[in-house]
């Protein structure tokens, strides 16, 4: 198992430029999460999916949009990045709704906005 | 909404115990305490969860006190390779509330 993936690794946008951030699970996870982090902060939470067809804001959701797009993938869009949106974004999954405590995470992509 | 505090760093010298206090005053009834590590340039990976008493395994043991309003990490005899960011999460019913904190920097040294 390849656990959770995330394309790209690493990106770089213009201001007002638009691009989304793919990430996949496989491991039948149900609920899936969007958080980023910024340098030596904690994480927060930008939307979540407890499930397929379903989205909810998190913590920081504004100028995003997230789509489930089935069980296995949740896309994160940026319609026209900031410069405040340079950041590191981890995609996460957890086991079915109940335990969002425990959850697995991507590696991570870098983006930077210029 | 229960709020962690946890030191923002500590040092240890490889072989060492290391324990990691998470104050969580405010903690609900059906809470649990979860604790994630975080490398450089990586994504969290959970470490050990518990309700209350002492939980051990592979990596960690966890200690909650009775009264649940504080946890402690503790990582036996450490080495560099332990050197991480540890956050301590109190999970309150719904991911919207799921809330990562700063974390403690934990370094290892020679």
């Known amino acids: 198992n390849a656990g959770v993936t995330q394309t790209p690794k690493f990106q770089v946008l213009k201001t007002g430029q638009s691009m989304t951030l793919q990430c996949a699970q496989d491991m039948n996870h149900n609920s899936m999460y969007w958080y980023r982090q910024d340098p030596g902060m904690g994480l927060r939470l930008i939307y979540y999916s407890a499930s397929e067809g379903t989205t909810d804001k998190g913590e920081v959701p504004n100028g995003y949009n997230v789509s489930r797009l089935n069980k296995r993938e949740f896309s994160l869009r940026l319609e026209s990045a900031a410069p405040s949106q340079t950041s590191v974004y981890f995609c996460?999954?957890?086991?079915?709704?109940?335990?969002?405590?425990?959850?697995?995470f991507g590696p991570g992509t870098r983006l930077l906005v210029l | 909404l229960a709020k962690t505090t946890q030191p923002i760093s500590m040092d240890s010298y490889e072989g060492q115990e290391v324990n990691i206090t998470c104050s969580h005053n405010?903690?609900?009834?059906?809470?649990?305490i979860t604790w994630y590590q975080q490398f450089p340039s990586q994504g969290p990976r959970f470490i050990i969860q518990g309700y209350k008493t002492k939980v051990t395994n592979e990596v960690a043991s966890l200690f909650i006190p009775a009264d649940r309003k504080s946890s402690t990490l503790s990582l036996p005899r450490v080495s560099l390779s332990d050197t991480a960011v540890y956050y301590c999460?109190?999970?309150?019913?719904?991911?919207?509330?799921?809330?990562f904190g700063t974390g403690t920097r934990l370094q290892v040294t020679l």
């Open positions: 996460a999954s957890s086991p079915p709704w109940g335990a969002a405590e425990t959850q697995y």
């Open positions: 405010n903690i609900a009834t059906n809470d649990y």
């Open positions: 999460l109190v999970f309150t019913g719904t991911a919207s509330k799921l809330t």
